[in-house]
């Protein structure tokens, strides 16, 4: 069974402030999607993330995968108060259409 | 048109209640996906249709039952719903199942009382 881990759960950081999330999952696959949720509120597709070594950057996000590592980060540069969301990672199976989910990290940027 | 649209955006019903949710794609999607989220958990997978025919089913109580009348369509039919039901229901579509990133709808907010 795939499980999808995120640390951490909570973040909380200052404006100005980088930090990074981690993805960690753990059975084979090359294709990892990172989203955005805020409360109440639907997912919004950040990145998609389709081979070893993928990097993609939007604004003050950037994510990466290891695919050996069963790894993703999602870097945050310079946070800002509009990145407050909950960060999901998600995972499919190969030759599969289920996506799986990790736990989740709910990040929180202060002034 | 890039959205996928659900309907109704709040449900409340009653234990013994008939209801339908709907979800609509014109993005000429074939693969359509129907998610459970509670609160403050992520999505976890229910049901998936390729090419309008159920293609996973994660072991789903009775009680939900989907429909795919077309390609652009995807209903999910409620009966006897519990109150542990009550959740934030997410439909989402992709180009094909499994090989492209899922583009959800704002989702229903179930309330089972």
């Known amino acids: 069974e795939l499980k999808v881990e995120q640390n951490p759960l909570f973040l909380s950081m200052q404006e100005g402030k980088n930090y990074t999330i981690y993805c960690n999952y753990s059975?084979?696959?090359?294709?990892l999607y990172w989203y955005r949720q805020d409360p109440g509120k639907s997912l919004e597709s950040l990145f998609v993330?389709?081979?070893?070594?993928a990097v993609k950057q939007e604004g003050r996000l950037m994510a990466s995968l290891d695919t050996k590592a069963r790894l993703s980060t999602l870097h945050i540069t310079a946070a800002v108060h509009d990145l407050s969301a909950t960060y999901f990672c998600?995972?499919?199976?190969?030759?599969?259409?289920?996506?799986?989910f990790g736990t989740g990290t709910r990040l929180t940027i202060i002034p | 048109d890039t959205e996928v649209t659900q309907t109704p955006k709040h449900l409340v019903m009653g234990m013994t209640n008939k209801k339908s949710l709907k979800c609509e794609q014109h993005?000429?999607?074939?693969?359509m996906y129907w998610y459970k989220q509670k609160a403050k958990k992520p999505p976890e997978l229910m049901f998936v249709?390729?090419?309008?025919?159920?293609?996973i089913n994660e072991s789903v109580p009775s009680r939900f039952s989907p429909e795919c009348p077309n390609s652009s369509l995807l209903n999910l039919h409620l009966h006897a719903l519990q109150p542990e039901d009550s959740a934030l229901y997410l439909c989402?579509?992709?180009?094909?199942?499994?090989?492209?990133?899922?583009?959800f709808g704002q989702g229903t907010r179930l309330t089972v009382v």
């Open positions: 989402a579509s992709s180009p094909e199942g499994g090989l492209h990133e899922a583009f």
């Open positions: 059975t084979t696959s090359d294709r």
């Open positions: 993330l389709l081979s070893n070594g």
């Open positions: 998600a995972v499919d199976h190969f030759g599969n259409e289920k996506l799986t």
């Open positions: 993005m000429g999607h074939r693969a």
């Open positions: 249709y390729s090419y309008e025919k159920l293609s």
